[in-house]
């Protein structure tokens, strides 16, 4: 018989009282992870907006093309959403408007192509615009970059508009090398730090420039004193200059030697340094311990200019259109966010969104329902997609105004569908299909790419990236096919023409005659809502915005009236020192 060995009392007491203690340092921990969470869930995120200029439906790799390597951009939109039914204005000062105000560009006067840099105009003054809504929110807004919303007075430049600072430009283009911008026969530097002219940035390249200030503004932000919106307007990939429209870096073209139009090359060496510029910023965003608390949004202003089109090479494939179009290929932006506050990771998200959108979207996701209820006064064209987007909701958007122009004569509509066009651009000479399905093999692309580039590593810090079988199905998802046969022919100059934009993306079947009940209601959606517009704001140009009078500079021309005593000699010397 086998004696049980009893314990002593004062072993037994402690051995309970240890697990006593270590019951209760488990809870603690629980607690505290779940104290923590709430935390963070109630702390507003930090908004990181990447707006890329020109950039084409196909020229990024998450949506089916493996010609241009975008890993740092593809990263993301694996680990988040890729807005698939996702709407940009045509060209870029109404794609602008819309985004900084949340309203249609009808409702802004800036519906009628781009703001020129002679211009005496600008985004009203009376409207209140997303940096100005956010900072009411304690947050601090900063921008790097293209700035394209008016500059004639200094009230309509960045720094009175919302934004604590500025390094970028405020025309429409310029050169990414020298910073001169060329337009309408008058030729001057574009480069600002702030309201002053950036001289000491003569020579650095645009894309690095717009890169280190965005690095320079997170690594110095206080999150103390609150949040970061950091808005990120890229020159890339838009045209430089007549004289060198496709600036690009040699060392990056020379890597592209697969893409055999050199043209193309050029442009997709513009699209590449942009996407590593992506992947630095996110980057950042970890070191400085950012990343776990942001909203990063990356979209195109527009459709991208084909073949030429602006001297740029593009590709829209396989969608209809070019830039400054109204039909898919210059309207249905290339755009993902993501975010750890985003549920049911990845996926294609199909909730239907415009540009418009992104203010009342992310004043709702800053401050919650109440701060996008103090906007119901303000009259929006936009709607908070933030609920459906987090939780895989349907979307609260039924329309999309893609622009009515009543100088050019086009206008187009979406209702559910249903996709109306009246009237066209450029006499319709931009209104085919362009570009070739070059390297849309899924075994053309580089997967191993995307993970190690920086952004998909900082996602497998994260636990975010999925794995190579779900990035795979999803992009596969994301990858717009449609068939060669086409249907009935459409020519909106002639007649309007109406598709079916959900099963015919590429707008190849003009079902007008189908549906003569439909067409006659998308008419007169459309004639009501263009009954709300206002008449577009476009002035001719201003002599005295001549950068000659302001030392080879464009300046904000309208807070001076006296030009003689400004002009400079035209010594070469002068005007080297100038530029």
């Given at each position: 018989?086998q ?5 002593p009392?004062t072993?037994?007491v402690?051995?309970?009282?240890l697990?006593?203690v270590?019951v209760?340092v488990i809870?603690?921990?629980i607690?505290?992870?779940a104290?923590c969470q709430?935390?963070d869930a109630?702390?507003p ?34 680990s988040g ?19 900084m ?7 802004t ?7 020129y840099?002679a211009?005496?105009?600008?985004l009203?003054?009376?409207?209140k ?8 929110l304690g947050y601090?807004?900063?921008?790097a ?7 004639w007075?200094?009230a309509?430049?960045?720094l009175y508009?919302?934004?604590s ?5 405020w ?5 990414y090398?020298d910073?001169?911008?060329?337009e309408h026969g008058?030729?001057?530097?574009d ?12 020579g650095q ?13 997170i690594a110095?932000?206080?999150?103390a ?5 950091l808005?990120?307007?890229h ?8 004289y ?10 020379a890597?592209l030697s697969h893409i055999?139009?050199?043209?193309r ?6 699209v ?10 996110v ?15 990356f979209?195109t202003?527009?459709?991208?200019p084909?073949?030429?089109f602006n001297?740029?090479?593009?590709s ?9 179009t109204l039909?898919e ?8 966010v ?37 906007l119901s006064a ?6 908070s997609i ?10 609260p ?5 893609h622009?009515i ?21 450029y006499?319709?000479?931009w209104d085919?299909?362009?570009g ?9 692309y ?5 993970t190690k580039?920086v952004?998909?590593?900082a ?9 190579r ?10 990858t717009?096919?449609?068939?060669t ?10 007649a309007?023409c ?9 707008e190849q ?18 004639q009501?809502v ?7 704001s ?5 002599p005295?915005?001549n950068p ?12 001076y009236?006296?030009?003689?005593n400004n002009i400079?000699?035209?010594?070469p010397?002068?005007i080297?020192?100038?530029i």
């Amino acid at each position: 018989m086998q004696t049980r060995l009893l314990q002593p009392p004062t072993i037994r007491v402690n051995l309970l009282l240890l697990r006593i203690v270590f019951v209760i340092v488990i809870v603690i921990s629980i607690v505290n992870v779940a104290i923590c969470q709430s935390a963070d869930a109630e702390r507003p995120p930090n908004i990181i907006f990447i707006l890329a200029d020109d950039l084409g439906f196909n020229d990024v790799g998450f949506r089916g093309s493996a010609q241009i390597p975008t890993p740092n951009i593809d990263a993301l939109a694996y680990s988040g959403l890729i807005l698939n039914r996702y709407y940009v204005n045509p060209i870029c000062t109404p794609s602008r408007s819309a985004l900084m105000t949340g309203k249609y560009p009808i409702h802004t006067g800036m519906q009628h192509t781009v703001l020129y840099a002679a211009e005496p105009r600008g985004l009203p003054l009376d409207l209140k615009i997303l940096p100005e809504y956010l900072n009411d929110l304690g947050y601090t807004s900063h921008i790097a970059g293209k700035w394209h919303l008016g500059h004639w007075k200094r009230a309509y430049t960045p720094l009175y508009r919302g934004f604590s600072s500025h390094v970028g430009y405020w025309s429409g283009h310029h050169d990414y090398n020298d910073h001169t911008a060329v337009e309408h026969g008058y030729w001057g530097l574009d480069m600002r730090n702030g309201t002053d002219v950036a001289y000491d940035l003569h020579g650095q390249p645009t894309t690095e420039v717009i890169t280190k200030q965005s690095l320079n503004v997170i690594a110095s932000h206080n999150a103390a004193k609150g949040p970061l919106f950091l808005y990120v307007a890229h020159a890339a990939v838009h045209s430089g200059n007549p004289y060198n429209p496709l600036p690009a870096n040699d060392d990056i073209v020379a890597k592209l030697s697969h893409i055999s139009k050199y043209k193309r090359r050029k442009y997709a060496a513009l699209v590449a340094e942009m996407d590593d510029s992506v992947g630095k910023i996110v980057g950042q965003l970890q070191k400085y311990r950012m990343l776990d608390n942001s909203i990063i949004i990356f979209s195109t202003d527009n459709g991208g200019p084909v073949e030429g089109f602006n001297s740029n090479f593009a590709s829209n494939y396989p969608l209809r259109g070019t830039k400054n179009t109204l039909w898919e290929g210059g309207v249905r932006g290339a755009a993902l966010v993501w975010s750890p506050r985003l549920t049911k990771l990845p996926r294609l998200a199909e909730q239907t969104m415009h540009i418009s959108d992104w203010l009342p979207t992310l004043v709702e996701a800053a401050g919650g329902e109440q701060a996008l209820a103090n906007l119901s006064a303000a009259n929006l064209d936009g709607m908070s997609i933030w609920t459906a987007l987090v939780t895989d909701g349907i979307s609260p958007r039924k329309t999309i105004l893609h622009n009515i122009d009543d100088i050019w004569g086009s206008a187009a509509i979406t209702v559910d569908e249903w996709k109306l066009l009246k009237g066209t651009n450029y006499n319709g000479a931009w209104d085919g299909w362009y570009g070739m399905p070059e390297l849309r093999n899924p075994t053309d692309y580089n997967w191993d790419q995307v993970t190690k580039s920086v952004t998909g590593q900082a996602m497998q810090k994260l636990k975010m990236l999925p794995s190579r079988a779900d990035q795979i199905r999803l992009r596969r998802k994301a990858t717009v096919d449609c068939p060669t046969k086409r249907g009935a022919s459409c020519n909106p100059l002639n007649a309007p023409c109406l598709f079916q934009i959900i099963k015919d993306p590429c707008e190849q079947n003009n079902v007008a005659k189908q549906y003569p009940r439909v067409l006659e209601l998308m008419l007169k959606e459309l004639q009501l809502v263009n009954a709300t517009a206002v008449p577009p704001s476009n002035k001719p140009d201003d002599p005295h915005a001549n950068p000659r009078f302001w030392n080879y500079t464009w300046t904000n021309f309208g807070d001076y009236s006296d030009t003689k005593n400004n002009i400079i000699s035209n010594s070469p010397n002068l005007i080297q020192n100038c530029i």
